[in-house]
């Protein structure tokens, strides 16, 4: 599973954000199965900085894995990302864990933070 995916992603201001990701075998046919991984992903401003903006992983619903299909979704509610800063830039990256604890970074790019003109009307 060494193959890494550069992809910029645009999460709105108050929206949910979902991304789907699906792992093939090397035939690109095949669903690569996922049985016993667990994933993570953080953004940050940049990669340097100590501040992780949001932290998605298995354990707290943020990804989740469909083992037999390949299949890894990614979510953030719209409650989160409406207390992103907008408008801004930042980086995140994708690492799924195998049963052994080998580490495979598999998604990875810049973040754009956008606001949107819908709304919830103030009282």
């Given amino acids: ?18 991304l789907t990701l699906t792992l ?27 501040e992780v903006i949001a932290e998605l992983t298995t354990e707290n619903g943020g990804i989740q894995i ?14 989160d990302s409406a207390g992103f800063e907008y408008p801004a830039q930042g980086v995140y990256s994708l690492h799924l864990i195998n049963s052994t604890g ?10 754009t933070f956008e606001q949107d003109a819908t709304r919830e009307a103030e009282a």
Avoid at 10 to 16: K, N, P
Avoid at 26 to 49: A, C, F, H, N, W
Avoid at 66 to 79: E, K, N
């Fill in 66 to 79: 469909t083992a037999g299909t390949g299949v890894v979704l990614i979510h953030i509610p719209a409650a």
């Fill in 1 to 18: 599973m060494s193959q890494e995916i550069k992809y910029p992603i645009t999460i709105v201001q108050g929206v949910d954000f979902y």
């Fill in 102 to 111: 080998a580490i495979f970074r598999k998604l990875y790019g810049t973040v």
């Fill in 24 to 50: 093939l075998l090397s035939d690109k046919v095949t669903p690569r199965d996922l049985t016993g991984y667990t994933g993570k992903m953080q953004i940050r401003r940049t990669l340097e900085s100590d």
